[in-house]
């Protein structure tokens, strides 16, 4: 359990551990880098104000991630978000194959677009993701398996044109 959670080396350790982690969740829900940096940083304001106490590392990395998702989703509802150009850029160094599926994860919607990350870029279970999220299992696995054909069909769609 963490002790003070206001203090310097403790804020350190969690931005210097979840900040790459956070980025990459609110960039793929948000598709803007400058909102994206944004919404990491706003999660660590969240951190402080609220002075946490964590049962474990998992807990307070599931705590961030879902303070990251709940404030894109927030960011997405605003009427401001709705009327701004997203300009998608290549965050990472990949393979033309692999930035292929990474533009099909963020053509999703975004309830699907988080379970896609969260188990294929995060590497978590499908429960780990239900307590994260705060859904029933069930539904994680249905809406990964939606998002899964969701995206076996538009990258058949994408390949059978080139």
């Not at 002075?51 to 991630?65: G, P, T, V």
């Not at 696995?141 to 998002?147: D, E, F, I, N, P």
Request: hydrophobic content about 40%.
């Amino acid at each position: 359990m963490h002790k003070a959670l206001h203090t310097n080396d403790y804020m350190q350790r969690i931005v210097d551990r979840y900040s790459d982690m956070l980025f990459r969740i609110t960039w793929l829900h948000l598709r803007n880098k400058s909102d994206a940096e944004d919404i990491a940083q706003d999660v660590f304001f969240k951190l402080v104000k609220k002075q946490r106490i964590f049962e474990s590392d998992e807990h307070e990395k599931a705590w961030l991630i879902r303070v990251a998702i709940n404030l894109c989703k927030d960011r997405l509802k605003s009427a401001w978000f709705g009327k701004t150009v997203v300009f998608e850029e290549n965050l990472y160094n990949t393979t033309p194959e692999k930035q292929e599926v990474l533009s099909s994860v963020l053509e999703l919607p975004v309830k699907y677009r988080s379970i896609v990350l969260l188990f294929y870029y995060e590497n978590y279970t499908i429960a780990e993701i239900a307590e994260i999220i705060g859904r029933k299992e069930t539904t994680i696995g249905s809406q990964l398996h939606r998002a899964r054909k969701m995206l076996k069909i538009k990258l058949e769609e994408d390949f059978a044109n080139e």
